[in-house]
Nanobody, 125 residues
């Protein structure tokens, strides 16, 4: 099992930036995929971005392409989500997740085995 702790959420004005961090501990995860999801009030949780821990390959939702960037720091066991040009509709609780493979369904929740507790991101207009 992998333990995940997110940080970096907060309140920001529209057009601003935030960087979320997700630090993993527990079993080794060199073959894991790491993903970010978000859930806005009254809505279902949705995929944001994912990264292959081994290759660094990334995949992102269309809604955040060009604005959000996912990256990882192997030495720190940490995955980041750099969020720029934030919009009020980006307001949500953001969750980090760890999965066992980086495959064609990496944007689906069922591909992930472990989840963090979430961090709140609020974008004011």
């Amino acid at each position: 099992q992998v333990q995940l702790v997110e940080s970096g959420g907060g309140l920001v004005q529209a057009g601003g930036s935030l960087r979320l961090s997700c630090t993993a501990s527990g079993r080794t995860f060199s073959s894991y995929a790491m993903g970010w999801f978000r859930q806005a009030p009254g809505k279902e949780r949705e995929f944001v971005a994912a990264i292959s821990w081994s290759s660094g390959s990334t995949y992102g939702a269309d809604s955040v392409k060009g604005r959000f960037t996912i990256s990882r720091d192997s030495a720190k066991n940490t995955v980041y989500l750099q969020m720029n040009s934030l919009k009020p509709e980006d307001t949500a609780v953001y969750y980090c997740a760890a999965g066992s493979r980086f495959g064609p369904n990496i944007d689906r929740e069922y591909e992930y085995d472990d989840w963090g507790q979430g961090t709140q991101v609020t974008v004011s207009s």
